[in-house]
């Protein structure tokens, strides 16, 4: 089944700077890439996703970028804030196919705690 | 629109009892997906539950089961509680299985003494 890598485990960074999240997958054939942000005591949020025929996509300070050769996908956020401070999760899905048989299921990175220090 | 709710919230349990966990997904939504949030094994698929079929399944025991009513919404079940079933149980709900979207709820935190 698919695999989901994802680095760092935990990332430290002043305000003001910008903040890496890495992730890496196993199936080919996966197409659907989302990255969710959860705060303590809060449920995962949706904050950017990205498709397989897409290579980059950006929302104000959020970016993701996906390398489909290398199996990877990137989460960027420039200009953090205290605010920013949360556990990011990668995932990955294989999208249900046109016959509607295969039900993909959305596999989840083991998440970085991000610290963004005032 | 209101979100995927949860109930209950918070639920303690001891070994061996058996607990039921419900999802109300968004309005419009008749997928329902569930996933166990720990933090040693982050967060997992259990199953998810289209059109009141379960159409996907993760690796847990027999134990977890779930099903999903006319209306949407879902109930999980896990029986003969162990301890290292203390986590965070969320749900996700999307329009569909081909719909990529899903939205969380705010999870039913359950520990078992």
């Known amino acids: 089944g698919e695999n989901v890598e994802q680095h760092p485990s935990t990332l430290s960074v002043q305000e003001g700077d910008s903040a890496v999240i890495k992730c890496t997958y196993s199936d080919s054939a996966s197409n659907y890439f989302p990255w969710y942000k959860q705060e303590l005591g809060k449920r995962p949020q949706l904050i950017i996703d990205i498709r397989s025929n897409v290579g980059e996509k950006k929302d104000q300070r959020i970016a993701v970028t996906l390398n489909k050769t290398a199996k990877h996908f990137s989460l960027h956020i420039t200009e953090t804030q205290p605010e920013d401070s949360a556990v990011y999760f990668c995932?990955?899905?294989?999208?249900?196919?046109?016959?509607?048989?295969?039900?993909?299921?959305?596999?989840f990175g083991q998440g970085t705690i991000l610290t963004v220090h005032p | 629109k209101a979100g995927v709710t949860q109930t209950p919230r918070y639920l303690i349990k001891t070994r061996g009892q058996q607990v039921t966990l419900s999802c109300s997904p968004i309005s419009g939504h008749r997928s329902v997906s569930w996933y166990q949030q720990t933090p040693g094994q982050g967060l997992q698929f259990l199953f998810e539950y289209f059109s009141e079929t379960q159409r996907n399944k993760g690796n847990f025991p027999g134990r977890f089961s779930g099903r999903q009513f006319s209306n949407s919404r879902s109930e999980m079940n896990v029986s003969t509680l162990e301890l290292g079933d203390s986590a965070l149980y969320l749900c996700a709900s999307r329009t569909s299985p081909s719909t990529d979207t899903q939205y969380f709820g705010p999870g039913t935190r359950l520990t078992v003494l």
């Open positions: 995932a990955a899905r294989r999208r249900a196919n046109a016959g509607g048989t295969s039900y993909g299921k959305l596999t």
